[in-house]
């Protein structure tokens, strides 16, 4: 059986603390903090109810550990010192019991275990930063600083690129088990168990819930449901699952197809346009110009496959390609799906909003070791072939063989890449290139 690589090395965990411990250092000199504590949350409860929410721990705190942080703990960083972690002794027979994780990265660390009531900040001066939930009043609010810490965490170091990576190569083993549930016949919910169990992870502890849509549902941006419904002569797969490595997500999406038809050529076509701009994910480059390029390269596909018959200026002007790709090109990817920092365009938190991409959640130009999703897509949605009908004069579509591609859905190809200078390194291709040959 295939294995995922293994964990990074000490080395790289030593290498991401120290520019951590840069970066906030930088953030307290600025702030004139003598510390800053991270809070990883606590877990919430259902209305009424004595179960929680699944749990994910505040990024800020959760990238300073090589495990996935549980609830309750905190960081403690001081300039000039070795971190502090709080970790969390409960006195508790109905849960597992919490300890301390056994490893090298313990060496870099000072660790304090308390319980609840201990007062573990109490020496703490009142030149003290709280970030992450449930502030305390002790800790002074400090405008500016999130932003300037999330500014920087869009660069990302070898560390969280080897996690992301290896959250890429366990997604390709769900995609490739997805996919042969899918050519079995096999329902949109067994295709998410086998998806699951592939990619060795429970649906909670996925980075964002798994969208499997077979046919029309592969045209609902955010289909959330999982239908137990087997179909033998299902006609598309569009499957955009992920998996998290002590935090890090993969965001992955491909679309797959059981008959050799004018959809599938279409199905090719993407792939092909996607591969062309994810190459262009390098250092330099606007990542706003990224998603004109792709609008672009839609109206291209469009007129070659006989959809919309004008030329892309036209199509362009009319605004027909976001009728079949409403969504933006893509967007930072980390510790968050959609990563923080996206809009920035400093540490002061100036944001830049592109009016023409709405949705687009990435308009900074790209940098060394950012690490991005690219994600185009072509769907059939029926709302907005209608509005398209309605609002806009002489479309140049053929509703004709829209009505044939209605029945398949739509299609999203989607890949991780990192951003180097004359180099855009794609995570995902590289995952699935392993995976096949082996
Ligand atoms: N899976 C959410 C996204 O692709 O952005
Ligand atoms: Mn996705
Ligand atoms: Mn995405």
């Not at 964002?208 to 045209?219: E, F, K, S, T, W």
């Amino acid at each position: 059986m295939q294995t995922v690589s293994t964990t990074p090395s000490h080395a790289l965990y030593q290498a991401h603390l120290k520019t951590l411990q840069e970066r906030y250092e930088r953030a307290m000199y600025h702030f004139g903090l003598e510390a800053i504590v991270l809070a990883s949350g606590a877990k919430s409860y259902y209305f009424q109810d004595d179960h929680t929410f699944p749990y994910h721990a505040y990024s800020g705190a959760q990238q300073w550990l090589p495990f996935s942080l549980g609830a309750e703990t905190y960081i403690i960083l001081r300039a000039g010192k070795k971190p502090t972690l709080i970790w969390p002794v409960r006195d508790d027979f109905w849960h597992a019991p919490n300890p301390v994780p056994a490893g090298e990265w313990s060496q870099e660390w000072l660790i304090v275990c308390a319980r609840q009531d201990d007062k573990v900040f109490s020496q703490l001066s009142q030149d003290t930063a709280w970030l992450g939930p449930q502030p305390q009043d002790f800790a002074k609010p400090c405008e500016g600083l999130k932003a300037f810490i999330d500014y920087d965490k869009a660069i990302k170091t070898d560390f969280e690129i080897a996690a992301i990576k290896q959250a890429n190569e366990r997604a390709v083993l769900g995609h490739l088990a997805a996919k042969q549930a899918f050519l079995e016949g096999a329902s949109e919910l067994d295709i998410h168990l086998a998806y699951l169990q592939a990619s060795r992870q429970t649906a909670d502890q996925e980075p964002y819930p798994g969208i499997v849509g077979l046919d029309q549902h592969a045209a609902v941006l955010h289909y959330e449901h999982k239908s137990p419904q087997s179909n033998p002569q299902s006609r598309t797969l569009l499957i955009d699952a992920g998996a998290s490595q002590h935090g890090y997500a993969s965001d992955v999406t491909r679309t797959f197809t059981r008959y050799a038809d004018e959809f599938s050529a279409l199905v090719e076509s993407m792939d092909a346009l996607e591969q062309q701009i994810a190459n262009q994910a390098q250092a330099g480059v606007d990542y706003p110009d990224l998603h004109q390029q792709t609008l672009i390269a839609i109206a291209e596909c469009l007129k070659n496959h006989g959809i919309c018959q004008l030329s892309v200026e036209e199509q362009l002007a009319k605004k027909i390609p976001q009728v079949f790709f409403p969504h933006g090109v893509g967007h930072l990817l980390g510790l968050q799906v959609h990563d923080v920092g996206g809009f920035q365009q400093d540490r002061a938190g100036n944001t830049r909003k592109v009016e023409q991409a709405p949705f687009l959640r990435l308009t900074r130009s790209l940098e060394e070791n950012m690490v991005v999703t690219i994600e185009p897509g072509l769907y059939f949605i029926p709302m907005l072939l209608e509005k398209m009908q309605d609002d806009i004069k002489d479309h140049g579509c053929d509703l004709e063989k829209i009505k044939r591609l209605l029945p398949y859905g739509g299609i999203r190809i989607e890949d991780n890449v990192v951003v180097k200078k004359e180099l855009a390194l794609n995570l995902t291709r590289e995952a699935f290139l392993q995976a096949s040959a082996h």
